[in-house]
């Protein structure tokens, strides 16, 4: 029975790329690799704060833009570990190493060293420069925190599993068994990668702990505790062990995307057991479902191969009829998908720009696949890392097409801001210029110098006078002029009349060099401290003559400067926008290339599976037409 | 039957082997004995020119970005107000308004997104403009909730002296644990 044999390849396909997503939709630049250290440069917070947000591309030009103006004196360090993390989700690890490479030889500190030396693994890891990756891992501190230690002993045993030391990855892999700082998708894949290596309880150990989880779950961990009882079924199955299969197969909840195959896998550990009846029962439920679900048609075809087996060729007919016009339908319907994907209706739906930007590396939302491919057992694929990637990568290209875009427009509105600016500089320059030339610097500093010359001798001779208002200055004169006048008219005056007079006189005279002279050194301070404000104001009317006959001598080469820079970045934005508009084709094409040999692989999957319905239903007919051999003569 | 049967689940585990415990290894060994191997020879050099493409994107946008800040605030002329949360528990802030030489020149409301960042040690750049040189008023006010939860509006002010070089102005929303109170910290750097 070759065709209940082959059943279940499309099902497991599935949930191994599913497992690739899990292990690989790291993000670098959310995890903890910031650095909890002290804020100190304003511009490295700028960037965090973007980064806190998830808005990784404005975070990661705040940052450049901090690097070239030389803005972060005291975060250089930290802010290169977010740079370097940002390049990483962005998929530039070329730049990333070489940050990295800088930090590891300049850190000091042991804990971000560390994290350092951890990422410069990842990196050497996924370029396959293993030897590279494993001297990385052999500098981080074996004190390192658990967290970083797990990553590393994960990533020692990813290294080794490459290099095909095998025995030395299982024992590092068994030493994190009980590890519980390790992730569920790291135990996961830890578990599943025991098994492969052949240490079926080691991998069921670690696995169990996952599988038999009871707290309320999210239902993401809920999903990797479902799949990870699927995988232990199935391992238990591959083992004969078929009792033990069933206990984790009905572990995965009925409602569960993964309820298909472990349904499935009930009927055939029934199956096995020789059990058929049992299993037909199973797979019967399966027929009840979604028609399109992964693990339905195989049950279709599992269940006429069950009724062959069963010699009840009616009903084994019944269902191969089916499951034949099932996959016609099926395999109709791939090819209106592969003709919508080739007019671009992938992609169309999938892309979003507001995504692009604040997505690290990840899982493509479901919510984003157009339902025609949703329906195809595609759904997986379309999650998986390395589909996953290449929107991402297609996202980010055509982000920087909008952009550049925007960049464009902007920069003509650079040109024109910077014709105006020079219209208003020339249309004023000769009125501001005729104001500020009659100022002649030295001939007031002459006079500045006198008044300081002034007041230093006032102060010297304690002459209160010199320090008499404009109004005292009059009253002192007529004062004066009174004095002449009494002198004068001594003669005309009785000498009583004269000496009130002259004694009103005095006492008017008194009074006021009496306040002169209690008023000096307020007055004294006072003409020091307008000395010393005329001071600022000569130097500042001197600055400005400075720079306004600068400005007049440099703005036009200033403005040339800028019109250069702007015709500069113009132009690189104009080459880069059709070189990353050109890119986003590749990717588009490379996308699409992608998922169509998936669908074509499913067609030919499809079309055996029809085959072997075909041939099992002339074999049913043979059955039908040739008389029992005791009849026979 | 069995016999096929074992097939099957090997070569399930076969394909469950390629979940090695990184995505490098995944990606490349499911792709291994396929018919895209050769499509996956021409990607990688589609992706290097990709990487080198986003350099020079990010490059440009630097470049773009500087250029942009030079034209709109010359250092001359710039005064960039800064927003920081140091700790914060003692103050949710709800928004922030600042005047500028009794100008209003920025009313942010902020979402718990914004306010997590702060948390977390982000700073936001709350305000970018051009102000003459010399003597210059800088009022904010900071509005949320207080200890116990109550309605707190308070306002700071600085008077700050703009030279030829770009001005920084810190606005730093603190917890005094002494009275138990929020301060705010206007820094000048």
Redesign the interface.
Known sequence: ??Y??????PA??L???S??TA??G?SYANDASIP?SE?KD?YY??G??????ADYFSS??QL??AK??GRLDQNEDEADLLLGGLYLS??????AESVFLRLAKNMTAAHTKNRVWLRLA?IF????RLQRAHEAVDNISDNAPADTATRKA??L??IL??EEKHEQAVATLIQLKQDKTISHF?RY??G??L??LGRLQEGEQFLNILGQQHEKLSEEVGALKDKTNL?LG??A??HNIREQAKAYFARVKVYSPFANQALYGLG?AL??AGQYEDALRYWSELKKRDLRGPAVLESLIALAGTYFQLQAYKQSLASYSDATAIIQRELKEIDTTIERIRHGELLTRMLSPSQANATPVGEVESRLIPVSLRQHYMTQFLAS??FA?AVK?YN??NF?VE??RR?LS??AM?ND??HLRKQAFNDRLPATLRRYQSLKPEQLDRKYARLTDEIKSIEKQNDAMALATTDEMGTLQRLSETRHRLEKLEHYLTPMDHKTRSEKYRLLRGLLVWRLGTDHNPRLHGAKKSQKELGEHIAEATRLRTALLSAQRDAPATFDR?QL??EQ?NS??SR?SV??ER?AE??KA?IE??VI?KLERRKARLSRYLEQAQFAVAQIYDIAITPPSDETP | ??K??????????L??????????????Q??EDT??DQ?KTA?MS??D???A????????????????????FPSNTQV?V?L?LDVGTLFALDSVELKLNDTTVAGYLYTA??L???R??????LYVGNVRSGKNELVAFFVGKGPHDREYRRGTHIVFDKTSSPK?V?LKIADDPKSQQPEFVVKE?
Request: aromatic share 12%; with cysteine; hydrophobic share 45%.
């Open positions: 029975m070759f209940v044999a082959k059943r279940f390849w497991g396909t949930l191994v790329l497992i690739a292990i690989c790291v909890k804020v304003l917070g700028k965090l704060y973007d980064f806190f947000q990661l030009t450049l833009v070239e103006t962005y998929g530039m690890l070329n730049e990842e890891y996924r370029r396959g994960v990533l045993a990813s599993i490459r790291d894949n830890l599943v990668t098994i492969r995988v199935y391992s199955l591959q055939q199956y096995d890392h390395e990637e990568t980010d290209v920087y952009h550049l960049w902007k920069t650079f801001m910077l800028f820079r702007i970045l690189r934005a880069l070189a990353v890119v590749e990717h490379k290339a992608l040999e | 039957m069995h096929h049967a074992s097939h099957w689940y090997r070569r399930l585990f394909i469950l082997a390629f979940a090695a415990l990184t995505c490098a290894s995944s990606a490349a499911q792709d018919p895209q499509t990607s589609l992706n020119r990709t990487q493409l986003k350099k020079e994107v990010l490059n440009l946008n630097r470049d773009l970005f500087i250029l942009e800040e030079e034209l709109l960039v800064f920081s997104r914004e997590d960042a702060l977390r040690g982000g700073i936001q750049q920084y810190e750097w």
